[in-house]
């Protein structure tokens, strides 16, 4: 039995017993809801039929007690099962514990188990939270599947970046101006990240991705905050200013700190009237999603003291005058204020480099020059019950002191990444650090979201906030309870209840290519049970080679088709971010020939559908090669050894969520990996004669680089 994120005790596990009807009775008229939202839940999990109330099934009792903000007890035998919580987001999680500890992926209907069990479970950290964008209108139903993978998760915040990806009733032309930037950007030589370098400093990245360049209507946003408010998430708007405002900059010029700019980023923080234009949108902001906290950004504040109204001012006069005017119009309607706080912070990084709100110039080639203030004397200056938002926990051992040494009440790690922080719980339990957010810059959609790894990230920095069970010492274990959430997780995001539970038949096993047959597995990491359907209990996985073409024959109807395949060489991944081209990472294409003549294109690529068959899983003090990042660029002298690991492949976050990896040692010693990469058939009435691979492998620009077919299976 497996519980993710790890339960804080867990007792008296006995054998599973089958259920075939649940009957769920609430004590509490304010857990109704709840109750019916495990109906829906288990209805797409398993579609074991449950009543709320009266009804025949077994019993699910749930109540409140005491005890700790969001904590319960579950005590489950074959008589019934009793739901103890402390409050509201304990009734949930407990039910989100009870819905995993049932047997079978998202999608996989009836027979069901259940495990008798005792847990008592409650959260290591009180904010545990995701920061992402406003979804566009056509992906609406991703971002709600996604909230409620959130929730299976225990997180209970989601910071949501609005820009103008909301409709404005007071200014419309912020609306328009948005979409014609986003269609401006795209046109744009070498797309946003040329814009970003397009002047003599680093310009804030622009977000495009916010609602998907469009904007949805207030209603539209309402309905999605009240979805992820019953579930007991505190949805904070990000609302900003000064910085990445390209927003409120290109629809008014006026207001912007460098109004000549092509693509103006920065307000003028003496500007009246960039204030007047930004409390008009926060007040439609504040009505929709009527906030306990708002976020005002401030991150990468690079702009400062250029125009006529802040010449002579120093950046900390200007940065917390700003500051403060903000900070007082929300206070005064009760609301919390959060930002980033970076340019608050005199930071010595681990490499001695001065960071943070320490001053800057640049001359570039062209003459132009950056000459960006000091800012980090605005740490004094400004309210300290302002939640500080702290990205640069990576770059130093104790980054939260510089906020808690000077009064500062709150502090959340931003940008969290906890596979990598080192001593992670032990820079959680810093004074002040009331948790974390995982940053999701993407499209908030689940395909890009699930190629750039986000979901895999979101699950570990799950794990770490809500148990303080994890050590350095314990990575290999941590990192597969992970892995082994994925498909769970991935059955959330991606509802398919047409799935079914039949066993694998194997239509095409690889054998042409003996030299690169693996050795027989001594020991699994992952995949074993999968392994053990397709080969067998003796065998070793055999390969083809995809340089050529090679045909399968089916001759029947599945609803899904199961690539197994790897390759020779590590590749790059790029992020979505970056704009690149990334088609050199397409090593194949799989065809599915229906017998009525018609055909569908499978895609197989590198980092979303395969990876190097000798994944090292690891991680360590020193960067691999050529991985630094925007980050690191900016670090200098990488030689001190840093307060992070850096992981060893890329592609691992990707390929733990789109595939099922099968990791193993072989008895030759080596350790290889194969990559189960499930398709959905879009058709699964409809029979498939065959399947035939075509290699797409650019041998320009990938010399050596092999990919090899394992097997196909169907279900």
């Known amino acids: 039995m497996t519980v993710f994120p790890y339960p804080s005790h867990c007792a008296g596990t006995g054998p599973r017993f089958s259920i075939t009807a649940l009957r769920l009775d609430c004590s509490c008229q304010d857990d109704l809801s709840l109750a019916l939202y495990f109906k829906t839940r288990v209805d797409t999990q398993c579609g074991l039929p449950v009543t709320v109330g009266d009804g025949d099934g077994y019993p699910v009792e749930l109540t409140r007690g005491s005890g700790a903000p969001e904590s319960y007890a579950l005590s489950i035998t074959p008589e019934k099962a009793v739901l103890i919580a402390a409050d509201r987001s304990g009734v949930l999680y407990g039910l989100m514990t009870l819905l995993q500890l049932m047997d079978g992926l998202p999608g996989m209907p009836a027979p069901t188990t259940l495990p008798s069990c005792e847990i008592t479970d409650a959260p290591f950290k009180k904010r545990r939270g995701v920061h992402v964008y406003m979804a566009a209108r056509e992906n609406i139903p991703d971002f709600l599947c996604m909230i409620d993978g959130l929730a299976s998760l225990k997180?209970?915040?989601?910071?949501?970046?609005t820009g103008a990806g909301m409709e404005f009733d007071r200014h419309p032309e912020i609306n328009a101006a948005w979409k014609k930037l986003t269609r401006d950007i795209a046109l744009f030589p070498g797309g946003p990240r040329h814009v970003q370098m397009s002047e003599v400093y680093w310009k804030d990245s622009i977000h495009?991705?916010?609602?998907?360049?469009?904007?949805?209507?207030?209603?539209?946003?309402?309905?999605?905050?009240?979805?992820?408010?019953?579930?007991c998430f505190d949805v904070i708007p990000e609302v900003q200013n000064l910085s990445h405002a390209y927003y409120l900059t290109i629809a008014h010029r006026e207001i912007a700190e460098r109004p000549n700019e092509p693509f103006p980023d920065s307000t003028c923080p003496m500007h009246p009237g960039a204030y007047a234009l930004y409390f008009d949108?926060?007040?439609?902001?504040?009505?929709v999603f009527q906030p306990k906290t708002v976020s005002i950004g401030h991150d990468e504040v690079r702009i400062l003291g250029c125009c006529p109204r802040c010449k002579g001012k120093s950046g900390?006069?200007?940065?917390?005058?700003?500051?403060?005017?903000?900070?007082?119009?929300?206070?005064?309607?009760?609301?919390?204020?959060?930002?980033?706080?970076?340019?608050?912070m005199d930071l010595t990084s681990y490499t001695g480099r001065k960071m943070g709100g320490t001053a800057e110039y640049k001359k570039d080639d062209r003459g132009r020059v950056w000459d960006l203030p000091e800012t980090f004397g605005a740490i004094d200056r400004i309210p300290k019950d302002i939640v500080q938002l702290d990205w640069y926990h990576m770059l130093a051992r104790d980054t939260s002191a510089i906020f808690t040494d000077k009064g500062f009440q709150k502090v959340w790690y931003g940008n969290f990444h906890a596979d990598t922080l080192k001593d992670v719980v032990g820079r959680l339990g810093a004074p002040s650090v009331e948790g974390a957010e995982v940053s999701s810059w993407d499209l908030a959609c689940e395909p890009t979201m699930g190629r750039d790894g986000i979901f895999f990230q979101f699950a570990w920095g799950a794990g770490v906030?809500?148990?303080?069970?994890?050590?350095?010492?314990?990575?290999?274990?941590?990192?597969?309870?992970?892995?082994?959430?994925?498909?769970?997780?991935r059955g959330i995001l991606r509802p398919w209840k047409e799935q079914s539970r039949a066993p694998l038949t194997v239509f095409y096993l690889g054998g042409d290519a003996p030299a690169l047959r693996t050795s027989r597995p001594r020991s699994f990491y992952l995949g074993e049970a999968l392994y053990r359907t397709i080969w067998g209990e003796e065998a070793a996985a055999a390969t083809s080679l995809l340089h050529q073409e090679i045909e399968a024959a089916i001759g029947r109807a599945v609803s899904s088709l199961v690539f197994v395949t790897a390759c020779d060489r590590k590749m790059r991944v790029p992020h979505s971010i970056e704009f690149e081209d990334t088609t050199a990472n397409v090593l194949g294409m799989f065809y599915v020939f229906y017998e009525d003549g018609s055909t569908e294109p499978v895609e197989l690529r590198y980092g979303a559908g395969v990876?190097?068959?000798?994944?090292?899983?690891?991680?360590?003090?020193s960067p691999p090669a050529n991985s630094l990042d925007e980050i690191d660029a900016d670090m200098g002298d990488t030689e001190a050894e840093a307060p992070f690991f850096h992981i060893a492949d890329s592609a691992r976050d990707a390929l733990c969520y789109l595939t099922d990896p099968i990791a193993f040692t072989g008895e030759d010693g080596g350790d290889y990996t194969l990559y189960a990469l499930a398709w959905r058939n879009p058709r699964p009435e409809a029979k498939i004669a065959a399947v035939r691979h075509v290699m797409t492998i650019d041998r320009e620009k990938l010399p050596g680089q092999m990919a090899y077919l394992f097997a196909i299976a169907g279900v």
């Open 155 to 161: 997180m209970n915040t989601i910071i949501l970046e």
């Open 208 to 231: 495009t991705e916010i609602a998907g360049g469009g904007c949805l209507t207030q209603n539209e946003v309402r309905a999605i905050v009240r979805y992820a408010k019953d579930l």
């Open 281 to 287: 949108v926060a007040e439609e902001i504040l009505e």
């Open 316 to 344: 900390a006069e200007l940065l917390s005058y700003e500051i403060n005017r903000l900070y007082g119009f929300y206070k005064a309607r009760g609301i919390e204020v959060a930002m980033w706080g970076e340019k608050l």
């Open 465 to 489: 906030l809500w148990s303080e069970k994890y050590r350095d010492d314990g990575f290999a274990w941590d990192n597969r309870a992970v892995i082994e959430f994925m498909p769970y997780l």
């Open 611 to 621: 990876g190097t068959l000798h994944m090292d899983w690891g991680r360590s003090s």
